[in-house]
């Protein structure tokens, strides 16, 4: 099942990274090779054809020429000899036409009187007709004089290969002649002809087989002599075609032609368009040019089939690679989705996941494997991490147990002694943790006399509330025997050192009010020394007494001081929780801002005093985490 | 006795007069079908003849016969033929006729290759030139003795291989024939320099269409027909080139004709630069014989004195005015 959240899944990335740079390398290679392949097709065919045309052309060539020595023969025989009788020039050119079969007619024409001086013209001439030989005059159809075999070669004084020409007879014979002019003493008094059928060239020519391709013949003046479209010998030329299909380049190729010229070229069919390849060659005895021509995409569509073949094959090929890179991209993938699966259930809490079957030993695997370990040892974590959880629960528990017994050995209930009105009193412990080293306490020493303790343990936690609540229970307990503040703490601080291996020490302040007289003892060890408030706003500290922090040293000895406290006049006790709370900033709350904070109070009472305190200091830590324990007692006198 | 001797001749008249049943004309025209015959194929192929209540038959003379003496002899009704030809046979007593002058200029020139290095009429000098008989010799002449040329006259045969293979140093063409089948031979217009005779104020109008007297006398209206419905022929040709061209051509391979597209079309478009000549692209104003083109042939055949009157010229045009 696909995953949603993956948009470029790996056998994407495959595709795109090898099979496309696959596919355009395949088709590079495939347009260089039609482009290779077409121009050796064409290398190819040109040499064909050049060798094919050079070929036939050189025998046609030899051919005219050996047609060409009947009347040159002819021509010198006349005049090398005593002028022939009539009868035997007829016999000659009947011998010359039996012998020569490729000759269809031979005339010996003269000029007017030249043969005999009371005949104007005299040509004996000898033709084959349906097999028999004919002996005629060529003067019997007429003046010859001024027909182009006669008048042509008569006016050069050279030998002169005619256009071809029909005979007219039952079925009209493409012919052309070759004439020679007769010279005695520098005078021209004749002319010596052959006729030549064009029907054994026709037939040659037919022979001549291109595969899609064909051949032609022109006379020197471009007319087609032979041409596979039968309609256009003798009608048209290759220039009124290069009209008829409005090619100006046909024209070129046709002059260049009748020039004489042998060349290779390309040009477009006068019908469909398409590009063509000519070679064309001349056969010098005539004039005239032999030309084969053939379709380029004739030429081409073996290279096209070759084609063809390649691009199925790279079809084919590609096809192959696409799913073997499928398969590949799946043989990563599937484990890889196994472990999404597993990682998936792992986040919901299963532990006892594991990638199985995980085939080969490549990276996969090595996931695999590592992916299994980490299971196992996330168990072993979450285990131990549960035991640990547990134990300290355990801690959690009995500290918060430690904490109701701690809470339940500093008196809680305010107004502690709802029945006396001669002072008010209250306080409040805020441990920085469960448990705290802070402790106050208050208790009647007898109807008259108030115990006022407030005191800091050295360090916090657990150790320090249990040193807490030994100090507290001996201080009750000393109380019990001594009534003077120095007295209670001196015994306490005995108690205290006595077996203090850890060292422990707690600051303590501790005062006896006689809440009749208002007489205020006390005794300070090594505690922050209380302020005194007046109602008129006046602050003071309470002057310290000699001693330091019990459990420092068993033989310190105490005093005492003694003040009257006058009607509303407060007490305020604190310990260094108060001053020395931490603002975010890391700065102490300090003396000063509590002095000023305690110069404000006037009418409240002890728990307002007390709450407003706090308030304060809370609004000042701000954020910041609590560092110390406070605790705050504020007794008032009210009488 | 007189009533019955008018009937006589009037019997004997409708003997002797052809194509008098259904109006049938038999028309000749001077040589094989080519577009030089354009207007007259197409008014019959296309029934412009039979439109104006004619029945026309075509004939082609192969150069055999003489169109104007079978005219005279009432084997035809219609026939082609040169200017100066008839003009010179009126002269000579023949009662022919021109209803209709179709072709205004001359096409007969003289060409040379430019290799020859001859570039204007003196330089015919002592030159080989090929020259036709007959009719076609009358401008030649003309020439030479207007521009004092003496030179070698060669009888020309009727094509271009000697012009082509140099026997002859000029030769004589007709514009629409022989000249453009040079350049279907391979030569290059700019290749050659030309001497048109009608360029040398030797304008002799060529084919035209002629009647015998008596036909003219007896059936005037025939003989308009027979010329508007060409003129109609003509101008359809002109106005669709490749239709007429494909019936010429279709008329070329019945009669066997050594020719092809091009050398029609050329020959279709000289013609009707020929026919437009001095006259412009209304068919109204052509096939008029002008007086002055008159006076000129017969001021040079008197001078080369082929002629020794020359004919009245009312007589001989019986065409339009």
């Not at chain 1, 290398?43 to 070929?55: G, S």
């Not at chain 1, 303790?453 to 050295?458: H, R, T």
């Not at chain 2, 004939?59 to 005219?71: A, I, N, T």
């Not at chain 2, 061209?245 to 004709?257: A, G, T």
């Amino acid at each position: 099942m696909r995953n949603s959240r993956i948009k470029r899944p790996i056998v994407g990335k495959l595709l795109l990274y090898i099979g496309i740079p696959l596919l355009i390398v395949y088709s590079v290679i495939l347009i260089l090779n039609y482009f290779w392949s077409k121009d050796n097709a064409l290398q190819q065919m040109k040499d064909y054809l050049v060798e094919l045309t050079a070929h036939h052309a050189s025998d046609l060539n030899a051919d005219f020429a050996k047609i060409a020595e009947i009347p040159q023969l002819l021509a010198e025989f006349y005049v090398s000899v005593d002028q022939p009788s009539r009868p035997e020039l007829e016999k000659i050119l009947t011998n010359l036409i039996e012998v020569n079969s490729y000759i269809s007619g031979l005339t010996l024409a003269f000029e007017p009187y030249s043969y005999e001086r009371n005949t104007r013209l005299v040509a004996p001439y000898v033709y084959k007709k349906d097999g028999q030989i004919i002996v005629s005059d060529m003067a019997a159809n007429g003046d010859y004089t001024c027909a182009d075999w006669y008048s042509i070669p008569a006016l050069l004084r050279k030998p002169y290969w005619s256009e071809p020409y029909y005979q007219q007879s039952s079925e009209p014979i493409l012919m052309c002649s070759y004439s020679v002019p007769i010279c005695q003493n520098g005078n021209m008094i004749g002319i010596a002809t052959a006729n030549i059928s064009l029907q054994d060239i026709k037939r040659r020519m037919v022979d001549i087989n291109i595969m899609n391709g064909y051949t032609f013949l022109i006379s020197r003046y471009g007319t087609y002599i032979y041409h596979p479209n039968e309609k256009d010998v003798m009608k048209e030329t290759v220039f009124s075609k290069a009209v008829k299909y409005n090619l100006p380049v046909m024209r070129e190729l046709g002059r260049d032609m009748v020039l004489g010229k042998r060349a290779v070229k390309a040009f477009p069919d006068p019908i469909t368009g398409y590009r063509q390849m000519i070679v064309y060659t001349p056969i010098r005895a005539n004039g005239w040019t032999l030309s084969a021509v053939m379709p380029e995409r004739a030429i081409l569509s073996t290279v096209y089939a070759l084609i063809v073949k390649q691009l199925g094959l790279m079809v084919v090929g590609l096809f192959v690679i696409i799913l073997i890179m499928i398969w590949a991209a799946y043989s990563i993938t599937n484990p890889l989705r196994k472990l999404v699966k597993m990682t998936e259930k792992l986040a919901t809490g299963d532990l006892n996941v594991q990638m199985e079957n995980i085939k080969g030993r490549d990276e996969i695997h090595e996931l695999a494997m590592v992916f299994n370990k980490m299971v196992i040892d996330l168990k072993h974590y979450i285990n131990d991490l549960t035991a640990a959880t547990k134990e300290k629960e355990a801690v959690e528990s009995e500290l918060r147990i430690a904490r109701h017994i701690q809470e339940s050995l500093i008196p809680r209930i305010f107004p502690p002694f709802p029945h006396r009105k001669e002072f008010a009193l209250f306080a409040r412990c805020i441990p920085a943790k469960e448990v705290a080293g802070d402790f106050y306490d208050f208790f009647f020493l007898d109807e008259d006399n108030l115990v006022v303790v407030i005191a800091d343990v050295s360090g916090k936690g657990v150790s320090a509330s249990l040193f807490m609540a030994v100090t507290k229970t001996l201080i009750k307990a000393k109380s019990n025997e001594f009534s003077q503040p120095h007295k209670i703490l001196e015994n306490v601080n005995i108690e205290l050192c006595r077996d203090n291996d850890s060292a422990m020490f707690v600051t303590t302040f501790l005062a006896v009010f006689n809440a009749k007289t208002g007489a205020f003892t006390y005794c300070n060890a090594g505690h922050n020394p209380p302020y005194l408030l007046r109602p008129d706003g006046k602050i003071s500290q309470l002057e310290n007494t000699a001693g330091m922090a019990l459990g420092v040293w068993e033989d310190c000895q105490y005093s005492c001081r003694e003040i009257k406290l006058q009607k509303n006049e407060i007490i305020y006790l604190y310990t260094d929780g108060v001053n020395e709370a931490m603002s975010e900033e890391n700065e102490e709350f300090s003396y000063a801002r509590m002095e000023a904070f305690l110069s404000e109070i006037r009418e409240e009472t002890p728990r307002q005093i007390t709450e407003k305190s706090l308030q304060t200091v809370k609004e000042y830590t701000g954020a910041a985490e609590q560092s110390d324990d406070i605790t705050i007692l504020v007794l008032k006198n009210l009488l | 006795m007189k009533k019955n001797l008018i009937l006589v001749i009037f019997i004997l008249l409708a003997i002797t007069l052809p194509a008098q049943e259904n109006n049938a004309v038999k028309f000749e025209l001077h040589w094989f079908p080519q577009a030089q015959f354009a207007g007259y194929i197409m008014a019959a192929e296309k029934g412009f003849y039979e439109d104006a209540g004619l029945n026309v038959a075509l004939y082609f003379s192969d150069g055999s016969d003489s169109p104007l003496q079978k005219l005279a002899d009432r084997e035809i009704d219609f026939c082609t033929a040169w200017l100066s030809q008839t003009i010179a046979l009126r002269s000579a007593g023949m009662k022919i006729v021109n209803t209709c002058q179709i072709l205004q200029k001359s096409s007969l020139l003289l060409m040379a290759k430019k290799e020859s290095g001859i570039t204007s009429p003196q330089d015919l000098n002592g030159r080989r030139i090929g020259l036709w008989s007959g009719d076609f010799s009358i401008q030649p002449k003309a020439f030479f003795n207007k521009y004092d040329i003496e030179c070698q006259e060669v009888r020309q045969s009727y094509n271009i291989h000697g012009f082509l293979a140099d026997a002859w140093e000029v030769a004589s063409a007709m514009r629409y024939n022989e000249y453009y089948k040079i350049i279907l031979s391979g030569i290059d217009e700019d290749e050659l320099v030309t001497f048109s005779y009608a360029d040398y104020d030797l304008n002799f109008p060529e084919d035209g269409i002629y009647t015998c007297q008596k036909t003219w006398q007896q059936q005037p209206e025939i003989c308009g027909k027979i010329c508007s419905a060409s003129l109609k022929g003509w101008e359809y040709a002109f106005q669709n080139e490749e239709e007429a061209l494909q019936i010429i051509l279709k008329y070329c391979d019945e009669y066997k004709m050594q020719t092809n597209y091009a050398a029609q079309k050329w020959m279709l478009e000289v013609i009707e630069e020929s026919i437009k000549y001095q006259c412009g692209d209304d068919p109204e104003s052509w096939g008029k014989l002008k007086i002055e083109d008159y006076n000129r042939v017969t001021g040079i055949l008197l001078d080369q004195k082929i002629i020794s009157s020359v004919p009245d010229f009312a007589d001989f045009y019986r065409g339009e005015k």
